[in-house]
């Protein structure tokens, strides 16, 4: 009875949340990177060199890095409904604001190239803390060993934003001329609308903690919260952290510079994808489509592999292995000249990049509990997401200094190598996700 009264009730709570989530995080990644797809008609409009762009492109991080643990902290405290609402209204808003740079550079004097880096910076503001809220979020709502699918469900949001989203990027790129806007405004407009509408849907669909879910039978509603609450207890009985000693603590120190190496890899090779297969002589739409193809490889591993760690109940191969993949993809990139081989490269990247996420993400939800949790995931998002200024920005430095991408593709691969490494020398500790079954 008690094993039906557990599928039943994941099965209602997944249906009932994780695919609203998706949705949201669909939107606020694609509204993150839409700019990468902008870039191979903005940048010539608005004067941008590569190593401006890549700056622009990484300064997000940095405004995110400040934000994120504060904003993370003020969601536990008021709650995902209320928090998450904000932040997606206030994205939504600056999102749209990229379409008019031109105008705003004029009305103030700053310039195209100054104004780009206040929105991003305005922008990394107000989306800082939504990925760590929401990977938060759901330690509410899902015992230890159904995490890394459920993240893995929920982060498939980052490559089918790319994969749906780059078509769809690429087609309103031909939207040009339309009520006197350029194309890439057009994408920035258009693409900013689902985040301020589902800002207003957030508020009233969300339920902040199990104890609250009406629409849940009570024996779903019992078992779930003596479920979570039995985990809680055993994982502070062996880990008990306060706010400050997570924020300081070494293991969560160790894992933001794991996520750094992740996440270097990801923005550094998402953000100047599009340019790089653009050189293979492809038109714009075409390019799009083909920077796609990494993400369909992506989308099919972040599921599977996170299925595949929980049912072995293995976490630190499956967060090493997929590392070195990117890393030997990115790398091996370099040394190819035909686009079909440097495109296959890329997909070997691709399954690595998204793969590793899911996985990760159970290493810091097994020993933090309640606001440490909260503190602890925003802090290794945080510095892990630092790599989305450095990674771009190296990137476009070194094309700019170079003539070539290799050598920025490179550095990706040895930031993936160094995370890989980390992740072995951390280690697991294997009692932290078998604690239901000891505890009952």
């Not at 990760?360 to 290794?380: D, E, H, K, Q, R």
């Not at 430095?397 to 072995?424: N, P």
Request: aromatic letters at 14%; hydrophobic letters at 55%.
């Amino acid at each position: 009875m008690m094993h039906a009264l557990e599928i039943r009730t994941i099965a209602r709570v997944s249906k009932r949340l994780v695919p609203f989530l998706i949705i949201c995080y669909f939107v606020a990644y694609l509204d993150r990177v839409n700019v990468g797809f902008a870039a191979l008609t903005m940048n010539q409009d608005l004067g941008l060199s590569q190593t401006a762009f890549g700056f622009g492109a990484g300064i997000f991080f940095i405004a995110y890095f400040i934000f994120e643990v504060p904003s993370n902290l003020l969601l536990e405290r008021f709650g995902a409904r209320k928090w998450i609402a904000r932040i997606m209204l206030s994205w939504g808003i600056l999102s749209g604001a990229m379409a008019f740079i031109p105008n705003i550079a004029r009305a103030t004097g700053l310039g195209n190239e100054h104004t780009f880096y206040l929105l991003r910076v305005l922008l990394g503001a107000a989306e800082a803390g939504f990925f760590p809220g929401i990977i938060f979020y759901l330690t509410l709502w899902f015992p230890t060993e159904y995490r890394a699918r459920i993240v893995g469900y929920f982060m498939a949001a980052i490559p089918l934003s790319t994969v749906i989203g780059a078509p769809i990027s690429g087609a309103l790129l031909y939207l040009h001329g339309g009520l006197g806007l350029a194309g890439w405004q057009w994408l920035f407009v258009i693409e900013a609308v689902p985040a301020i509408i589902l800002a207003g849907v957030v508020f009233f669909y969300l339920t902040d903690r199990p104890a609250d879910a009406t629409w849940l039978a009570t024996d779903e509603r019992n078992w779930l919260a003596e479920r979570l609450e039995v985990e809680r207890r055993h994982r502070e009985t062996l880990h008990s952290y306060t706010v400050t000693q997570a924020l300081v603590n070494p293991r969560v120190i160790g894992l933001s510079l794991v996520y750094f190496g992740a996440v270097a890899t990801n923005y550094g090779l998402s953000f100047f994808l599009p340019q790089i297969v653009k050189a293979f002589g492809l038109n714009t739409f075409l390019t799009t489509i083909v920077s796609a193809a990494p993400y369909v490889v992506g989308l099919v591993a972040m599921v599977w592999w996170g299925r595949r760690s929980d049912r072995h109940v293995e976490r630190r191969f499956h967060a090493a292995f997929p590392l070195f993949l990117a890393a030997a993809g990115i790398a091996v990139s370099t040394a190819l000249d035909d686009p079909t081989l440097k495109m296959l490269s890329f997909c070997v990247a691709g399954f690595g990049i998204f793969a590793c996420l899911p996985v990760f993400w159970t290493l810091p939800t097994a020993f933090l509990s309640g606001a440490a949790a909260a503190a602890g995931i925003a802090v290794i998002n945080s510095i892990g997401n630092l790599a989305g200024f450095a990674g771009p920005f190296a990137m476009g430095w070194i094309k700019d200094h170079t003539g070539s991408y290799a050598g920025g593709l490179l550095l990706l691969a040895a930031l993936g190598i160094i995370a890989m490494g980390i992740v072995l020398m951390l280690g697991h500790d294997d009692a932290l996700e078998r604690a239901p079954a000891s505890a009952e």
